[in-house]
């Protein structure tokens, strides 16, 4: 009977033990899942806050924002030459913004500074060098005299040029870089201030073409925002080499347009916009022709 009573002990000891051992396992693997006990989580968390902090203390790139800054500053330029009444400058400054808007992404690119802060930057200035400069311009020259139907006009470009850089930025990885969708806002802002530019030129008041410009700068504006398919021109290289007549074509290139320069660039840009429609247009006559031999 002893016996029995000390076998019945130990195993009460023994289940005892296991109920305490399995206790203490439980516990150490709920404190190893805390967040406390999560070293491996916490590690990479401060990895990547240092990674953001160097970041940050690394700054901007300056070269391909100089352009950009030099493209705001034609805008803005264009815009108070406009108020003061000097037109011609004020037209020049927005081509100039255009030639400092196109080497700043392309130098980016050759020099491998393109960053987020440059994409967000080149945007802002566009707006101002491309979207409100042209319609202040067009407004000072021939709208305000029209009243609310000038300003109007000038809005419909102005959200336009907001609406198109918007559509850009939002469709900018699945685009075909190769094609524009809808007019590019320095080629409307070219036609804009080249118009301006020819009539000043010519002799021509604002207030004798005034119902034009009314009609004119609201549907480049729309061109803008349409879905027809533009050239990038995106595809040439410019670390490659060319043949030597290339060359001759760019030097005659820069001749003609010395001959005039108003008339040859809004002639050049006219056709770039047309270029759209018309390759619109085409598409659907060799669809329809397709549709209709199959």
């Known amino acids: 009977m002893a016996d029995s009573g000390s076998t019945k002990s130990n195993q009460d000891s023994q289940g005892a033990t296991k109920v305490v051992s399995m206790i203490t396992e439980h516990s150490t693997t709920a404190d190893t899942r805390s967040p406390e006990f999560n070293t491996s989580e916490s590690s990479s968390s401060e990895t990547r806050t240092s990674d953001n902090m160097k970041r940050d203390r690394r700054g901007i790139y300056l070269l391909p924002n100089l352009f950009t800054t030099g493209a705001l500053f034609s805008g803005f330029y264009a815009i108070v030459t406009s108020m003061n009444g000097d037109f011609v400058n004020a037209a020049v400054a927005i081509f100039v913004a255009m030639i400092l808007d196109g080497l700043d992404g392309r130098v980016a690119r050759l020099t491998n500074t393109q960053s987020d802060f440059g994409a967000e930057y080149d945007s ?41 850089l918007a559509r850009f930025n939002t469709q900018l990885s699945q685009a075909d870089k190769n094609y524009f969708t809808g007019l590019a806002s320095p080629a409307s802002a070219a036609i804009v201030a080249g118009t301006v530019w020819v009539f000043v030129e010519t002799g021509v008041q604002g207030a004798d073409v005034a119902w034009l410009m009314t009609l004119m700068v609201p549907v480049v504006g729309l061109l803008m925002v349409s879905n027809f398919r533009y050239h990038s021109f995106k595809g040439f290289d410019l670390k490659g080499k060319v043949p030597f007549m290339a060359l001759l074509v760019i030097v005659l290139a820069f001749v003609i347009v010395s001959i005039d320069p108003a008339k040859v660039l809004l002639g050049v840009f006219m056709l770039y916009a047309l270029s759209g429609p018309v390759d619109f247009a085409w598409r659907w006559v060799r669809s329809r022709s397709r549709a209709s031999a199959g």
């Open 124 to 164: 802002l200035a566009d707006m101002v060098s491309f979207g409100v400069a042209p319609a202040l311009v067009a407004f000072s020259w021939a709208l305000q005299d029209l009243g609310k139907v000038g300003w109007v006009a000038a809005f419909v470009y102005v959200a336009g040029a907001a609406l198109r």
